[in-house]
């Protein structure tokens, strides 16, 4: 609550008597040369929450705040103090109390003295003045000019772009919304600046930027991650110790749509591909190394390597090996269809005769051969 307003609840809430005593007390507590800290403590019973700029007032200063002079520090603490419960005393120490006095015979006592003190009692009992309504008024005043400030400080000046009246506002969203709906949505596409995939259907692979010494022939769809891109070529990492070189026309970084679960793609793959061969699973298979594919399956029919993989065929599939680890499985004849690997999934990248699709963690990538015959390979997405 605003200090004034806490000044003018307890007004309102108390006689004019306890309105002068307080008064009274806090007057006695600062001429006794306490500060504002000390006089919160001994009516209220507890310390201010913030320290005084300055703590130390007189007497003075309090009865010309109460006369109507301008006091902020005052202010603060009379405000504060008012919205606290006030401790019940006797009022302030009077001057008989605070002054030790010898105990004289009735012979020796001055007149004097006590013709002083009677003259004290009654200047304090005269402080007990009407309530100062300049004061009050003043304080409403500052209330009043508060509020209004606030209010157009939070109206004009706040929110600067909110002046324009709302009528002016309404046609620009309602034109904003019409555009959104007259838009065609866009096909999404996923893009992945460090990734790309080739997307002719074949596309060879070099040793150094030269281009002069060919390590293999990269597949349609095969996917690399890029180690650095310059306007015709890009070099791209092949395994964990060796990097390689390729056309960049020959990439791209952009496949349509999203990828999907690995579960519904490997789903496809058993119900569409004959995976007779398979002892457990299709992922069981990702990751065996050649020694292993011996055990389960004797001596390939025949095998080729190149600078980067070991390939290992039996009967109508083969495996692809990297650093002795499968890394795909292709099925050599198949008779699927571009049209029937989009019935799985829209075709994220695709030309007359490949198409491609993703996962999580795999590919699946379909190579058109004679006739009606088609290769397809599931290879893990091993970036």
Request: hydrophobic share 35%.
């Amino acid at each position: 609550m605003h200090r004034s307003l806490q000044v003018l609840q307890f007004y309102t809430s108390h006689s004019i008597e306890d309105i002068s005593r307080l008064h009274e007390r806090i007057r006695s507590s600062l001429a006794s040369t306490e500060s504002l800290t000390d006089t919160m403590n001994r009516i209220t019973g507890q310390p201010p929450l913030i320290p005084y700029e300055a703590d130390a007032v007189t007497a003075t200063e309090w009865d010309a705040f109460l006369g109507g002079e301008h006091h902020p520090v005052l202010a603060d603490f009379y405000g504060a103090l008012v919205a606290r419960p006030l401790l019940d005393e006797d009022g302030p120490l009077s001057d008989e109390e605070t002054t030790p006095i010898s105990v004289l015979s009735r012979s020796q006592r001055n007149p004097e003295t006590k013709r002083r003190i009677k003259e004290k009692d009654i200047q304090h009992a005269s402080a007990k003045r009407p309530l100062p309504w300049r004061w009050i008024a003043l304080l409403m005043l500052c209330f009043l000019l508060g509020s209004g400030g606030t209010y157009a400080y939070s109206t004009y000046f706040a929110h600067p772009t909110q002046t324009t009246p709302k009528a002016s506002l309404e046609k620009p969203v309602l034109i904003e919304k019409t555009k959104e709906k007259e838009t065609p949505v866009e096909e999404t596409k996923t893009e992945v600046s460090d990734i790309l995939y080739v997307k002719t259907r074949s596309s060879n692979v070099y040793r150094e930027e030269s281009m002069s010494t060919l390590l293999y022939e990269a597949d349609f769809g095969d996917g690399y991650r890029i180690i650095d891109k310059k306007d015709n070529i890009t070099e791209i990492e092949l395994s964990d110790k060796v990097t390689g070189f390729i056309k960049s026309s020959d990439t791209t970084n952009k496949l349509e749509g999203e990828a999907l679960t690995d579960d519904v793609l490997l789903k496809w793959v058993n119900d569409q591909l004959d995976t007779s061969f398979v002892t457990g699973t299709l992922i069981d298979l990702i990751g065996k190394t050649s020694t292993e594919l011996n055990s389960l399956y004797g001596p390939a029919d025949r095998t080729f390597n190149d600078e980067i993989h070991d390939y290992q065929f039996y009967g109508d599939h083969f495996f692809i090996l990297k650093d002795d680890r499968v890394i795909a499985i292709d099925w050599t004849n198949t008779n699927i269809t571009n049209a029937q690997l989009a019935s799985l999934a829209p075709l994220q990248l695709e030309t007359d005769s490949t198409g491609l699709i993703t996962s999580n963690s795999y590919r699946l990538q379909r190579f058109a051969k004679d006739g009606t015959v088609s290769r397809i390979r599931l290879a893990e997405q091993s970036f």
